[in-house]
């Protein structure tokens, strides 16, 4: 076995260059989910028809054999903390009303009446005790069951087959309720794996975190183009100049992408992989004081903030600084974890369309279709953050509605990461109209810095029912 400093050398920087290069630092193992490393994601260029992007056919078969039959995150379950509370989910041209019936037990059933089809409910709720159309006064209760049948003697024989509203599966996982309309579905447990061993056993439980900011977003592009721009990270180089690296950072080595089935786990590649992720792709500051500069979204006209001691390496005062963020929700806990976890460079792709961050990271994304439109899409973007268990959880933040062409910018609580998702943000619309001027018919995804979009469209294609391996697999209406 290759010591700490010996296995630091083979990766090309020096044992003490920061947080990461100890495998024990402050007497604490990596944890074990960090440490366990897969094999690269299979090798090679992939080619990804243009067609899936915008295309309507395509749009309509993702509603029939995804989103219909996958499971997917709904709510959070402190958005409906009593019961009776209800929220709705829309998905595409789904709509779905997610219900708390019991003190862990949700329920969800299509958004239609059984009568003539009128949405059930407009709006969210709370301790509803049934769900009565508008139209004719048909209802039924919060577990599904009928309870009014106005004129029901006019429909002879049918009371039997509208007597239950239609359910979708439920679950739970990390204080998120999911769904799945599919009432052959594996179960929720089955389909994320070990993933809760990733964050609970981590010490990163969702469920014990408050939702400080949500904000819901309508963007003109495909929900798979905004997917893919928060799936790999080597865009930070040139979207986001101002994230830079020192230049004798840990975090210069690369990034190391895992494949868990379901979802894909990045992390920063750690002194102790056996196999080694190439590194740079992070951009380089000259000086240790302009990273922190840049770090913390100072512009370059202004005057230092904070000045670095004699000595102190960028890495060390972010470090600090993010401890201290830290230990203001949770106190002396904070001294339990490795220091790689301050760094929250985890993160997570379930899919088809939840982006969970790991470590200290607030950051949890999801995607979703715009009703029948192939070209516009909704953007979630939560704030998770770290709670004392000791102490009463405020309520959860309220939804920021950003209307199509709404910059992000104008959404409140985001800090200097609205200037980050601005700038994503800024490449979408381009993208959309892009793909569809391409001659070539295809994108390029590259073998290592594209592995995580790739891993996506192989579940795609998985789940679409295309060849295994068919990245220009097209599906076509028939004649």
């Known amino acids: 076995m290759l010591d700490d400093e010996t296995k630091a050398k083979d990766a090309g920087v020096a044992a003490d260059a920061g947080p990461l290069e100890t495998a024990s630092r402050n007497?604490?193992?990596?944890?074990?989910?960090?440490?366990?490393?897969?094999?690269?994601?299979?090798?090679?260029?992939?080619?990804?028809?243009?067609?899936?992007?915008?295309?309507?056919?395509?749009?309509?078969?993702?509603?029939?054999?995804?989103?219909r039959k996958v499971w997917q995150y709904a709510c959070r379950e402190e958005e409906i903390p009593e019961v009776g509370d209800y929220v709705l989910y829309e998905i595409g041209t789904e709509s779905y009303i997610v219900v708390r019936t019991g003190?862990?037990?949700?329920?969800?059933?299509?958004?239609?009446?059984?009568?003539?089809?009128?949405?059930?409910?407009?709006?969210?709720?709370?301790?509803?005790?049934?769900?009565?159309?508008?139209?004719?006064?048909?209802?039924?209760?919060?577990?599904?069951?009928?309870?009014?049948?106005?004129?029901?003697?006019?429909?002879?024989?049918?009371?039997?087959?509208?007597?239950?509203?239609?359910?979708?599966?439920?679950?739970?996982?990390?204080?998120?309720?999911?769904?799945?309309?599919?009432?052959?579905?594996?179960?929720?447990?089955?389909?994320?794996?070990?993933?809760?061993?990733?964050?609970?056993?981590?010490?990163?439980?969702y469920a014990k975190r408050w939702k400080q900011v949500h904000v819901t977003a309508y963007l003109d592009a495909n929900w798979k183009i905004v997917a893919e721009a928060f799936l790999e990270a080597w865009h930070v180089t040139f979207t986001h100049p101002q994230m830079v690296r020192a230049p004798n950072s840990a975090h210069m080595r690369g990034m190391r992408w895992d494949d868990f089935g379901n979802f894909m786990r990045s992390t920063a590649s750690l002194p102790t992989d056996e196999y080694k992720a190439a590194g740079a792709w992070g951009l380089a500051a000259e000086t240790d004081q302009q990273v922190v500069d840049q770090h913390f979204d100072w512009h370059m006209d202004d005057p230092n903030r904070v000045l670095l001691k004699p000595g102190e390496t960028s890495g060390e005062f972010i470090q600090r600084a993010q401890k201290a963020a830290v230990a203001a929700a949770l106190g002396d806990a904070v001294e339990d974890y490795h220091e790689v976890h301050l760094y929250g460079g985890e993160m997570y792709n379930i899919f088809p369309n939840l982006h969970p961050w790991n470590g200290f990271s607030r950051l949890c994304y999801r995607f979703r279709p715009y009703k029948n439109d192939p070209n516009r899409s909704i953007m979630d973007v939560l704030l998770m953050s770290p709670w004392p268990e000791d102490k009463p959880m405020p309520p959860p933040a309220k939804p920021q509605i950003l209307d199509f062409g709404q910059p992000i910018m104008e959404a409140i609580g985001l800090g200097h990461l609205a200037r980050v998702f601005s700038q994503d943000l800024a490449n979408i619309p381009f993208v959309q109209s892009g793909l569809k001027a391409s001659k070539s018919g295809y994108v390029l995804l590259s073998s290592l810095n594209d592995a995580p979009v790739r891993h996506f469209h192989d579940l795609y294609d998985k789940w679409m029912g295309f060849e295994d391996g068919d990245y220009l697999a097209k599906w076509q209406p028939s004649k």
């Open 27 to 67: 007497n604490k193992p990596y944890p074990p989910h960090m440490a366990k490393e897969k094999p690269p994601y299979k090798p090679g260029v992939a080619r990804v028809a243009v067609d899936r992007f915008f295309r309507q056919e395509y749009h309509d078969l993702e509603m029939e054999r995804i989103w």
């Open 103 to 205: 003190a862990k037990e949700f329920k969800a059933f299509p958004n239609s009446c059984l009568h003539r089809g009128r949405q059930l409910c407009d709006h969210d709720g709370k301790r509803a005790e049934q769900f009565q159309c508008q139209f004719h006064g048909w209802a039924w209760d919060i577990h599904g069951k009928m309870t009014n049948m106005t004129c029901g003697w006019d429909f002879p024989g049918t009371r039997e087959e509208v007597t239950q509203l239609p359910e979708a599966k439920t679950g739970t996982w990390g204080g998120f309720v999911f769904i799945n309309p599919d009432p052959n579905c594996e179960p929720l447990a089955d389909f994320l794996g070990e993933l809760p061993e990733h964050f609970e056993g981590a010490g990163h439980d």
